[in-house]
């Protein structure tokens, strides 16, 4: 049973892949873990509250009820993602702007909702951000420009918070193997993400890294290399 008195951890997107990676490593390390999440993983250890992070009512509703269970909150861990990888020439409207509400302004709801909690526990938001945001690719419009954004919403935040001891950071990862069954040699593992994310966590309290980009350690040959890379670009 969770201590009262232990740290708090929220983690959207906490019921699969690399949320649900984060969630198990912050309640090993003694987290009491509340998920914001769109589908319920129905495991008892992970403490639940239904929310469609496109709709800014629900992520209201969900902040209230975190902090009338938990009554505090230390750790904010920004992982849930939806992607749409259309053209722009042939992209909905409406798949454009729900990319952008998942991947962007559901960030900028939650941190204003929590942001008071996280001051008084001088706590910390870990965005999960993504090479998308700095390798652009046909039909990733929407979701780059989401994650290109980030970046600069996180700074923004760490520039104006740290002040009142929060802190903030962005992990860019590369591949993961996100699916269950994806055990993939050019990927980064669930696990392996859980813990980068929760060591940055776990820093001193008298420092902050503001951005940590990570790679797979064994990636997939290029097709082109060397000079010949400025052909494709």
């Not at 009262?4 to 690399?18: C, E, K, L, M």
């Given at each position: 049973m969770?201590?009262?008195?232990?740290p708090v951890a929220v983690v959207t997107g906490a019921n699969r892949g690399s949320g649900r990676g984060i969630a198990a490593e912050l309640k090993a390390r003694g987290y009491r873990v509340f998920g914001l999440n769109r589908t319920a993983l129905g495991e008892g250890w992970l403490n639940e509250f239904s929310c469609d992070l496109a709709d800014a009512d629900q992520i209201r509703l969900a902040v209230e009820q975190v902090l009338a269970e938990a009554g505090r909150v230390d750790v904010c861990v920004f992982n849930a993602v939806d992607r749409v990888l259309e053209?722009?020439?042939?992209?909905?409207a409406d798949d454009w702007e729900h990319t952008l509400a998942i991947n962007l302004s559901s960030h900028f709801h939650l941190t204003r909702l929590l942001l008071p909690a996280v001051r008084a526990s001088r706590g910390q938001f870990v965005f999960m951000g993504s090479h998308a945001g700095t390798h652009y690719f046909e039909g990733g419009a929407a979701y780059s420009a989401a994650k290109a954004a980030l970046g600069a919403f996180v700074?923004?935040?760490?520039?104006?918070e740290r002040p009142h001891g929060v802190r903030a950071c962005l992990v860019s990862p590369g591949a993961i193997a996100n699916l269950d069954g994806d055990n993939s040699a050019h990927k980064m593992s669930v696990d392996s993400i859980a813990r980068c994310v929760a060591s940055v966590i776990d820093l001193p309290h008298d420092m902050t890294v503001g951005q940590i980009e990570i790679r797979p350690a064994s990636p997939l040959r290029a097709s082109v290399t060397g000079i010949d890379r400025l052909l494709y670009v």
């Amino acid at each position: 049973m969770d201590s009262a008195d232990a740290p708090v951890a929220v983690v959207t997107g906490a019921n699969r892949g690399s949320g649900r990676g984060i969630a198990a490593e912050l309640k090993a390390r003694g987290y009491r873990v509340f998920g914001l999440n769109r589908t319920a993983l129905g495991e008892g250890w992970l403490n639940e509250f239904s929310c469609d992070l496109a709709d800014a009512d629900q992520i209201r509703l969900a902040v209230e009820q975190v902090l009338a269970e938990a009554g505090r909150v230390d750790v904010c861990v920004f992982n849930a993602v939806d992607r749409v990888l259309e053209p722009i020439s042939s992209m909905d409207a409406d798949d454009w702007e729900h990319t952008l509400a998942i991947n962007l302004s559901s960030h900028f709801h939650l941190t204003r909702l929590l942001l008071p909690a996280v001051r008084a526990s001088r706590g910390q938001f870990v965005f999960m951000g993504s090479h998308a945001g700095t390798h652009y690719f046909e039909g990733g419009a929407a979701y780059s420009a989401a994650k290109a954004a980030l970046g600069a919403f996180v700074e923004t935040l760490l520039l104006e918070e740290r002040p009142h001891g929060v802190r903030a950071c962005l992990v860019s990862p590369g591949a993961i193997a996100n699916l269950d069954g994806d055990n993939s040699a050019h990927k980064m593992s669930v696990d392996s993400i859980a813990r980068c994310v929760a060591s940055v966590i776990d820093l001193p309290h008298d420092m902050t890294v503001g951005q940590i980009e990570i790679r797979p350690a064994s990636p997939l040959r290029a097709s082109v290399t060397g000079i010949d890379r400025l052909l494709y670009v």
